[in-house]
């Protein structure tokens, strides 16, 4: 099926050019990276963690939210899923490629990669976190290529199959859950010791995936013709919604607790994210955007009559999705290191090297999503169930 996807429109070839072009100029940063070590980035002593790791914790969630396609098509038989499932593990095996290549360019060395691999550390989350993401990757890669190749022979899938996805659905779960020990199992960062951080890190992701999702899906059906179907738009418009609010319930008792307790570490973090601190305010002007855009998404989820309009509902899913970037891709990650423990304000900010190999990371995501789904409207096509021009 591979071959598919080596044939295409003008329009496909032009996007493989442009993500092509984003991911060279990201590898030849890299290499600047490589060559001059970490220091070429915004990371210092205080804050170690930076623009590389909160978007593998982002991606983290985005490649989580697959299972809820999973549960309602594989558990619930709902069948208004069938068309969009393979989409939803797609986009898990393009996210969690990205989450794999941004802790490594985040290692500064390659070969400290192998330390994970020959020198196990059985205590370690980090090392139970990239167990958890290889295993997620090889799962929802079997489970979609296998699928679609059974379409693509109108056969029923293999029956080993079955075991692979109802195991799929508590490993998409133990990714997020994982990700969010390794910050809320840090004694010393006060904005991140909390009990509901995993609760918000999958709140957050049952938000955010499905609303690309939901995204892609309609950009599919404008330049493909593929259709997914109107229900299934607007069940995960419902998912989308309900996971925004218990999102959002969940930071408002972060706030309450930190501010009513009177609690001066976990108080600092969001004075420092919201108002600044002696002056010293990079990422207010963000964090307020993301508020903006996570109320004003909501205004439009909410009610029934405004989510059943595709139009709003579009725009909707892309201001959920750049509101929680913002909240989990900076405010999360670089607020739990300023102020430092000991109340220090050491800003942080991604410089060009940075941005440029995030940027070419991103572009490997979705090139190969762009494949992915491309071989997936191939199929179709030839199956009589799409009509492409992508």
Not at 42 to 64: K, P
Not at 79 to 89: D, M, R, T, W, Y
Not at 139 to 154: F, S
């Amino acid at each position: 099926m591979l071959d598919k996807a080596l044939k295409g429109s003008k329009r496909y070839w032009t996007l493989v050019v442009i993500l092509l072009s984003f991911i060279t100029a990201g590898f030849f940063a890299y290499l600047h990276q490589f060559e001059n070590g970490l220091g070429v980035t915004g990371m210092s002593r205080d804050v170690s963690w930076g623009f590389y790791i909160s978007q593998f914790t982002f991606l983290v969630g985005v490649a989580a939210s697959a299972v809820m396609l999973v549960i309602p098509y594989y558990l619930h038989n709902y069948k208004a899923f069938s068309k969009i499932v393979i989409l939803g593990e797609f986009l898990a095996v393009a996210a969690v490629s990205m989450c794999m290549l941004f802790i490594f360019v985040d290692m500064g060395q390659p070969m400290r990669i192998l330390n994970v691999m020959l020198h196990p550390t059985l205590n370690s989350i980090l090392f139970w976190d990239a167990m958890v993401l290889n295993g997620y990757l090889v799962l929802n890669l079997v489970i979609g290529w296998t699928t679609l190749h059974a379409e693509k022979k109108e056969t029923a899938p293999p029956k080993w199959l079955k075991p692979l996805i109802y195991l799929s659905i508590p490993w998409a779960v133990s990714i997020h859950t994982v990700t969010a020990f390794l910050y809320a199992g840090l004694p010393g960062r006060h904005f991140w010791l909390t009990a509901i951080m995993a609760a918000r890190f999958l709140a957050s992701a049952f938000a955010a995936g499905p609303a690309l999702l939901l995204v892609l899906a309609l950009l599919l059906r404008k330049y493909t013709k593929f259709d997914p179907g109107k229900e299934p738009i607007q069940t995960i418009g419902k998912i989308v919604t309900y996971a925004m609010i218990a999102n959002v319930f969940f930071i408002l008792l972060e706030v309450f607790t930190a501010f009513y307790s009177n609690m001066p570490g976990h108080m600092h973090a969001f004075e420092y994210l919201f108002a600044g601190i002696d002056g010293k305010a990079k990422l207010v002007p963000l964090m307020w955007t993301s508020i903006i855009l996570g109320v004003a998404s909501l205004i439009m989820l909410i009610p029934p009559k405004f989510r059943a309009n595709e139009n709003i509902l579009r725009i909707a899913c892309i201001f959920v999705f750049f509101s929680l970037w913002i909240d989990k891709g900076f405010g999360l990650v670089i607020g739990g290191f300023v102020p430092n423990p000991f109340g220090t304000v050491t800003e942080y900010w991604p410089t060009l090297p940075e941005s440029i190999i995030t940027l070419g990371v991103w572009a490997v995501g979705f090139l190969v999503l762009t494949v992915l789904y491309k071989i997936v409207v191939s199929v179709r096509e030839d199956l009589g169930t799409a009509k492409s021009e992508y």
